[in-house]
């Protein structure tokens, strides 16, 4: 297939248990890609097919997929929704060119499909919005639709209205064409048919009708003009304008139904070719600056005969070996090209190529710009990096991964593992850019750091079953940082003389907090040669290299500025080594001078809970030392925002659950770092006194 206009490169991303894995399921047994329809209650789904994913019922890494609808090519990536993994959406948002966000009929919108929706925004992603689970109790079409409004502060086009509700659901209404599609039980979906609107909607859907052509004409002055005048725009004129509102993210068309029931996703399919972008409608991928991270002004422009310009987004290791996914941009790419990856300058061979299907594969020859496709075998490409033609180098806009917050030390539980542990670790990391991993020089202990505890469990589940390493996990630390308070000005001299060629630097220096979020800053402003200049750059080294072990417990310094402005020569003694081991000394003597203070990371916290637990919740937030922000009622509960420490998140969904009798849920993500209180700050350099001293 060759016409780009047939192309959708749709992604499915919702909260946790909105349907996302049902809603695809349901999909590729519309389209014909597969004959039984697996369930995720059973852990039979065909884009679940981790283990993990099967037994927990979760998603927990984007599969992809291809199926056909009414001649249209669709690639669809199913997400996961837990906030542990949000970096999944992020990624595969950044390749898609449309979404259907996905969201509860009773639930409605639910914090995390808050964070997608935002990463959707800043992606600009067009998107459709299915209300699901209409079959369920307490659902309410119209409720949602609310929400997506208020909540969100986006604009629903109502597309399809429900015909009953909860158990009741039997169809939907299509406002545009005002018909009603009508299944019966057997849970089948091709089992439908289209009828009159019952009599009890027949005023609604007119008034609907009214509300969606009023919307979609504000696309096209003329028809405006024209509609305000009388005259009723034509179907074809109509949608498209729907089309280019969607587009433009004016607004959202929004349909319902039921996925687990099959009721309604045809006409999900019909909208995914009728209204999202085709990769040529996309505003083209900016490319930027290799050394400075600009853009260029220059875009990859979506054509087949351009110069190759692709993106690895996602690696995944199975049993065949590693799996390198890539967002073809621009150009060709055939099985035996050569291709440079720019962010490394090496030039890479293409062998075996493959079409995926959740973790089944079709060898392809060949695949061009729109496509998105595997490729087996790729040594040195990580997730991010531009492939592009030799003769043509470019750099796509990269992605931005966010900074793990906490972190577990693992050893494996006999010798052998250790050496099996390092290959697996490798390969995961290079799988998944929000784990990290060190080695703790003092105590040779492993350190995984990661989103969350459910984050760092998964990986420990992976290495223990996928790579038969078993491990002994310690408890989890939170990644504190240190910074200062006071402004001070000192000196140091760094002078040895023991026959021979000495070394001598003497630095006159000041260190100041600097502004939250600076990092850390070096200027000098000596004048004079005191400190010939050709030094200052072994001085600046001395400092950083000190910011990542502050003197309160060695975690890594935030936020300093440091000022050379004097010092002194020798002509003969001094050099850039004597100058850089002079501002070491001189981190470690006047940072304790400078009112050193330790800072946590605090989380952005939303909890939802039913109204009549409402004040236990926010007791229990508060004895965590949480500052509440805001509080939002809802039909089926209140959703608390607050400011909360990471250490005193750990194990809370078990304390909510209790409290709310299993029907609380959260959501939380990094949000800044805050001084620690005293008390907190003593108790933890205590602890890191105790651990060094037991290495």
């Known amino acids: 297939m060759t016409d780009l206009s047939k192309y959708r490169n749709i992604g499915i991303f ?37 283990e993990q994913e099967a037994e927990r019922g979760i998603t927990i890494q984007s599969a992809a997929t291809t199926c056909f609808w009414n001649d249209h090519r669709l690639n669809i990536i199913d997400t996961p929704g837990h906030v542990d993994f949000t970096i999944e959406v992020y990624r595969s948002l950044k390749v898609l060119d449309g979404g259907i966000g996905v969201f509860c009929g009773s639930g409605g919108v639910e914090p995390q499909s808050e964070t997608n929706w935002r990463y959707a925004d800043e992606s600009h992603v067009s998107r459709l919005i ?53 299944w019966d039980d057997s849970g089948l979906p091709e089992n439908y048919e289209v009828q009159d609107i019952p009599a009890d909607l027949v005023d609604q859907a ?25 005259e009723e725009p034509s179907l074809e004129d109509i949608k498209r304008c729907i089309r280019k509102g969607t587009r433009d993210l004016a607004f959202f068309p929004t349909y319902c139904g039921s996925a687990y029931k099959n009721k309604g996703i045809q006409l999900i399919l019909d909208a995914v070719v009728d209204y999202l972008p085709s990769p040529t409608e996309v505003d083209p991928q900016p490319l930027t600056n290799p050394e400075t991270g600009e853009p260029t002004g220059e875009v990859a422009t979506v054509s087949a005969d351009e110069p190759l310009k692709a993106l690895a ?70 997730t991010g990096h531009t492939l592009c033609d030799p003769k043509h180098e470019v750099t796509l806009e990269p992605m931005i991964f966010p900074e793990p917050v906490i972190s577990i030390a693992v050893k494996p539980k006999d010798k052998n593992g250790s050496e099996k542990m390092g290959i697996a670790i490798g390969k995961m990391v290079s799988e998944d850019p929000s784990f990290q991993v060190e080695t703790d020089e003092d105590s040779g202990e492993t350190i995984l750091k990661g989103m969350g505890e459910l984050h760092l469990d998964i ?22 940082r240190e910074t200062i308070t006071q402004a001070v000005e000192d000196s140091y001299t760094h002078k040895k003389q023991s026959g021979g060629s000495g070394q001598f630097g003497k630095i006159d220096y000041r260190i100041r907090p600097g502004e939250q979020g600076s990092g850390f800053k070096f200027t000098s402003t000596v004048v004079g040669g005191n400190v010939p200049k050709e030094f200052w750059p072994a001085v600046e080294k001395g400092f950083a290299s000190m910011m990542d072990h502050g003197v309160l417990a060695g975690f890594p310094t935030l936020d300093v500025e440091v000022e050379l402005f004097d010092g002194g020569f020798h002509a003969v003694d001094s050099s850039a080594i004597a ?36 004040g236990d919740v926010i007791g229990d937030l508060n004895r965590r030392r949480g500052m509440i922000k805001d509080q939002q009622a809802g039909t089926t509960g209140v959703r608390i925002k607050g400011d909360v420490p990471l250490s005193e998140m750990f194990g809370y969904i078990g304390t909510l659950r209790t409290m709310t009798s299993g029907r609380g849920q959260f959501s939380m993500e990094f949000s800044h770092y805050n001084p620690c209180p005293n008390n907190v700050a003593e108790q933890v350099i205590a602890e890191v006194k105790e651990r060094n001293a037991k290495k």
């Open 14 to 50: 919702a909260h946790v248990d909105a349907g996302k894995t049902t809603s695809t399921e349901r999909i590729l047994k519309l389209t014909g890609k597969i004959h039984k329809i697996g369930d995720t209650h059973d852990g039979s789904t065909t884009t679940d097919f981790m």
């Open 579 to 614: 100058y850089e081991i002079a501002a070491k000394g001189a981190f470690r003597q006047s940072m304790p001078k400078a009112g050193a203070q330790l800072l946590e990371p605090i989380m952005k916290v939303d909890v939802f809970t039913p109204e009549d637990h409402v």
């Open 459 to 480: 990986k420990v589940d992976i290495l223990k079953r996928t790579y038969g390493v078993e491990l002994e996990v310690g408890a989890p630390q939170v990644a504190y």
């Open 206 to 230: 007119a008034e609907y009708r009214e509300m969606l052509i009023e919307t979609a004409v504000e696309q096209d002055d003329e028809l405006m003009m024209a509609y305000m005048e009388g």
């Open 313 to 382: 987004f996602k690696i995944m290791d199975d049993r065949f070996g590693a799996l390198t996914f890539i967002r073809i941009y621009a150009g060709k790419m055939k099985k035996g090209d050569t291709i440079l990856n720019s962010a490394t300058g090496k030039t890479e061979r293409i062998g075996r190529m493959v079409e995926m299907h959740a973790n089944e594969r079709n060898e392809i020859d060949s695949a061009q710009a729109g496509d998105i496709i595997a490729v087996v075998g790729m040594k040195n490409v990580k």
């Open 130 to 182: 299915f209300v699901n689970k209409l079959d369920r109790m307490g659902a309410d079409f119209f409720k949602v639709v609310d929400q997506v409004q208020n909540v969100l502060g986006a604009t629903p086009l109502v597309m399809t209205l429900p015909i009953g509700i909860e158990d009741d659901f039997c169809g939907v209404v299509d406002v545009l064409s005002q018909k009603a599609y009508v």
